[in-house]
């Protein structure tokens, strides 16, 4: 009994000093890039564009009526037409439509909308810079339904922006 005792406590001894120390190993990386300086996107030849809607009836406001195409364009030099991008339209929204800016005339907005669908401002709109040329924006005044709408002139202002990488 003693011999298996000890024979076994041997054992138990080996086995704990058969075990190596890990050291482990570390690798170093070098990381490399070039930067690129993107040209800048040009939209409507950097101008001012002004859609004007002339008179319009206060009875008739509803959405659909006196719609104005917004007449833009976007030049992106030497950008594939698969470039992805982001479209905004960025303003001051309506408290009953957060796709419409606020003009200057209580409870009178004017939607902005893509391809007939309005376009929530300050939103980004994902597409490309080949999808841009059949994107149709228009602008149409709609009117707050608690706001009874009273003749005066009106001026909204909003922004157009494209962003790409």
Avoid: W
């Avoid at 011999?3 to 990386?29: E, I, P, R, W």
């Avoid at 037409?81 to 408290?95: C, H, I, Q, R």
């Avoid at 439509?97 to 004017?110: C, M, N, R, S, Y």
Wanted: glycine fraction near 6%.
């Amino acid at each position: 009994m003693r011999k298996t005792v000890f024979l076994c406590l041997l054992a138990a001894l080996l086995m704990q000093t058969t075990y190596a120390a890990q050291t482990g190993d570390s690798v170093t990386y070098n990381f490399k890039g070039h930067f690129l300086v993107l040209p800048a996107c040009v939209i409507s030849d950097d101008k001012v564009l002004d859609i004007a809607f002339n008179t319009v009836g206060v009875k008739k406001v509803d959405g659909m009526n006196y719609k104005q195409t917004i007449p833009y364009t976007v030049e992106c030099k030497g950008e594939p037409d698969n470039t992805p991008l982001n479209l905004t339209v960025t303003g001051t929204a309506e408290s009953f439509d957060d796709a419409a800016v606020t003009t200057d005339a209580a409870g009178l907005g004017i939607q902005i909308q893509a391809d007939g669908q309005p376009l929530k401002l300050n939103t980004a709109k994902a597409t490309t810079l080949g999808a841009l040329s059949s994107l149709v924006l228009t602008a149409v005044p709609v009117k707050d339904p608690a706001t009874e709408l009273t003749a005066q002139t009106f001026s909204a202002t909003a922004t157009l922006k494209v962003d790409y990488q």
